[in-house]
């Protein structure tokens, strides 16, 4: 296969994904012009982030507000777990990016890429707690069409696969048997078996098998 030019890291990554799929909750953090909603937003994050369970009620009383209010800022408990979330894999999705920049882009950089995510979302102790707390919601929210972070992910995807694809490695790779956008999805999909397996099938997590799945869908080989 051919190559194109090596990648630079870029948080570019990020914005792709709120492009795709915004929501009510994620336009008035993005604006800036709800100051509330963001304090609201990284009172949950932090909590998130330090292994408890975001309540609705305990996050109000520490805002010195009451849960009318927080819910008028931010809407329900999962729209603001689903940005809490998605605010997390954002720099994720841009550590691999970094963690990768240095090998040729192409079919194996995007599985490298994709399986550094997956490895670190499974290594990230605060999210497995999450996944083991509320396994239902979890994979309700991640998984599935009632929260936005499956369409940003995929739209994130779609997006390395243009960047990182070029000349030969695309007709390789894509060969007129499938389009980007239905290949960005089968790998996202993949990414979530291994990254959820305990949860779907009651297997471990696995980067490793994570890795050869994409790279057979890739035909990185």
């Given at each position: 296969m051919?190559?194109?030019?090596?990648?630079?890291?870029?948080?570019?990554?990020?914005?792709?994904?709120?492009?795709?799929?915004?929501?009510?909750?994620?336009?008035?953090?993005?604006?800036?012009?709800?100051?509330?909603?963001?304090r609201a937003f990284e009172g949950a994050r932090d909590v998130f982030i330090s292994g408890r369970r975001i309540d609705m009620g305990t996050l109000a009383a520490g805002l010195g507000v009451d849960r009318t209010s927080l819910f008028?800022?931010?809407g329900n408990r999962d729209a603001l777990l689903s940005e809490v979330l998605w605010s997390l894999a954002v720099p994720t999705l841009v550590h691999a990016d970094a963690a990768t920049a240095d090998r040729p882009a192409g079919a194996g950089r995007i599985a490298d890429l994709l399986t550094r995510f997956v490895d670190d979302l499974n290594t990230a102790d605060y999210f497995r707690d999450f996944?083991?707390?509320?396994?239902?919601?979890?994979?309700?929210?991640?998984?599935?069409?009632?929260?936005?972070?499956?369409r940003r992910y995929v739209a994130s995807?779609?997006?390395l696969l243009a960047r990182d694809l070029a000349g030969g490695d695309r007709d390789a790779v894509l060969g007129g048997a499938i389009d980007a956008r239905s290949l960005a999805y089968l790998?996202?999909?993949?990414?979530?078996?291994?990254?959820?397996?305990?949860?779907?099938?009651g297997d471990q997590p696995s980067a490793q098998r994570a890795h050869q799945a994409f790279r057979l869908l890739l035909h990185a080989d």
């Open positions: 051919t190559t194109a030019q090596t990648a630079a890291p870029t948080d570019e990554i990020g914005r792709i994904g709120l492009d795709a799929a915004p929501s009510w909750l994620s336009s008035r953090l993005r604006g800036g012009e709800h100051p509330d909603a963001v008028r800022w931010v996944l083991r707390r509320e396994p239902a919601r979890a994979l309700r929210l991640l998984t599935t069409k009632e929260s936005p972070i499956q995807v779609e997006w790998l996202v999909r993949v990414s979530e078996t291994f990254t959820y397996a305990d949860l779907i099938s």
